[in-house]
């Protein structure tokens, strides 16, 4: 039997604590375990597997994500199977910090513009419940006629771009400044909506995006830059870790994928992370 190799880089986008780090500690896991159908099947463990391990063993025992590093040059590399075919997987964990300054200072260093320039695949995490929307109509009013609830407030809060500006606004004009450097070939984007356990269930990620992001989800809609989109529902831990309540319930589970949720209709949902890397690395 012929076996087709492939390489596939895919990078990883998303704001600080928009569940890029809890996504690659659920799949480091996943891919090491049979405990649910997969997609994807992991061929050979990465020559380098000490932050594989720690994501994997961080996540499995319920304990926060740390941030990642500003510096970090962290990365997990796997080689998965499907069928026969076989990819050669590579995906830096850049810390959210790297991308809000991208978009307040608007400069790539050279490695991360090597990297683009070698990749058509992007994934773009955004946090469902860390959100930063646009004043309503009727707050503009209220403040424009001076009876904003804070006008006893002698205290200005001082703008800050990455703080203040809607989250909808950085999302587009960073997937704008990533399109420029990627490979020009069938560009595809991933949308990964993280934390999905925090929204009733039946609630589609396309119907989210339409009602808390609609500028976003027009901009999509549009495919001005990217060739092929897909939106992902994902909660890639189960649920909370705020309360050690919280923690006992997803420690209970006796197979720990099987915490894991992903949905695209809000109806059917699976546990296989992989299957939005192989909708982005297979032609």
């Known amino acids: 039997m012929n076996i087709n190799h492939q390489e596939a880089k895919i990078i990883f986008c998303g704001l600080p604590s928009s569940g890029k780090t809890s996504f690659l500690g659920a799949l480091s896991y996943l891919a090491e375990n049979d405990e649910v159908d997969k997609d994807l099947e992991l061929v050979v463990l990465p020559k380098e597997r000490l932050f594989f391990n720690e994501l994997a063993d961080k996540w499995v025992s319920c304990e926060p994500m740390l941030r990642t590093k500003i510096s970090s040059t962290d990365k997990i590399e796997m080689t998965l ?146 060739d092929q989109i897909e939106v992902f529902g994902v909660s890639a831990q189960g649920g909370s870790l705020n309360t050690q309540e919280n923690q006992e319930i997803l420690l209970s589970e006796d197979e720990p994928s099987k915490r894991i949720k992903v949905t695209q209709d809000g109806v059917e949902y699976s546990a296989d992370l992989t299957k939005i890397l192989s909708w982005l690395v297979n032609e």
């Open 81 to 226: 199977k499907k069928c026969d075919q076989r990819f050669f997987i590579e995906m830096p964990d850049l810390s959210g910090e790297t991308w809000s300054e991208l978009w307040t200072e608007h400069q790539m260093d050279n490695q991360l513009i090597s990297f683009l320039n070698e990749t058509s695949c992007v994934i773009f995490f955004i946090h469902v419940d860390e959100l930063v929307v646009p004043m309503s109509i009727c707050d503009e009013a209220s403040i424009i006629k001076g009876e904003s609830a804070d006008k006893d407030n002698d205290h200005n809060t001082k703008w800050k771009p990455s703080e203040h500006t809607p989250t909808q606004s950085i999302v587009i004009d960073l997937l704008r400044k990533l399109s420029t450097q990627l490979a020009d070939t069938n560009k595809k984007l991933a949308i990964v909506l993280s934390a999905w356990d925090m929204l009733p269930d039946g609630t589609a990620p396309i119907s989210f995006l339409e009602k808390e992001l609609p500028l976003l989800s027009q901009y999509l809609n549009c495919k001005f830059d990217y």
